[in-house]
């Protein structure tokens, strides 16, 4: 239990400029099913929960809409939700003028903004994208062609940092390796099937941190009973910011990791003891 504790805490929840489009009339007119056979109805809901977020939605929403290219050129159909989790600054504006469809989660606790932002999705597939992220169109094509497979259930992606640190990029690095090996999923970037993530039960509404963690293990247990697989994409890594290192003293980040170890409980059930995703510092 330790071990992936400790490596959730390691994990960062929170780009690519690849240029896309939609398909013209003629190309979506000639859409035929591919072996999905999703055509004419939403394949994909794509959820960003922020919590204040004003400074990095904007340019995160902009990078998720051009790299959902990779989707529209499938003729699949794509809905961006953001759910405002409580937001006192413009998140909501800036998620409404880039048309995204918003909803609201009075509680502070990125489990309920995933969950709340899930409930609202018609797609048959879930991608999670944290506000302070940028996914390309590569990394797209390749969950694509995950769900195109049809031989996994759910997902998640090795990350990169948006600035050369060398501590952070070290942490990093071995949250990728583990990150592969256990099949455990970080919570800035997670596909899912929308089936299976409400057989679950969806997030932990318990875990004010490492949420991403608890799913990764139900949803591996539930792959076994199904013949399928969980996958952790490495070809194109989520561009993720670094703001946490820089926001936070190293002395905060080992603080929160010791106590964790010693009483994991009451570490990430309490707002107030994961106060480094929870706090407002932006």
Known sequence: MRRWIR?????????STATSRAPTLRETASCKPGRSGYVGRVQVSVIVPA???GKLLGAS???IQRATGAFTRLCWEVELIVCDNNSTDCTADIARAAGAKIVFEPVNQIARARNAGAAAAAGDW???????SHPSEELFADVAAQIRAGRCLAGGVTIRLDETM?????????????????????????????????????????LFAAEEIDLSQ???????????GIVILHRHPLMTSAR???LYTAREHLGFLVRALFN???????????????????
Do not use: C, H
Not at 10 to 15: E, L, S, T
Not at 219 to 225: I, Q, S, Y
């Open 126 to 132: 879930l991608i999670f994208v944290d506000a302070d």
């Open 264 to 282: 994991q409980r009451r570490m990430l059930t309490s707002r107030e003891a994961a106060f480094i995703w929870y706090d407002g510092r932006r």
């Open 218 to 228: 139900r949803l591996k247990k539930l792959a076994r009973g199904t013949g399928r």
């Open 7 to 15: 490596s959730a805490i390691v994990g960062f929840r929170g780009a």
């Open 51 to 53: 919590f204040n977020e």
């Open 166 to 206: 060398f501590l952070p990029g070290l942490i990093t690095r071995f949250w990728n390796g583990v990150s592969r090996w256990q099949r455990l999923m970080a919570g800035s970037f997670i596909f899912v099937e929308a089936a299976a993530f409400r057989q679950v039960g969806g997030f932990s509404r318990e």
């Open 61 to 63: 929403l902009a990078e």
């Open 244 to 246: 946490k290192m820089r």
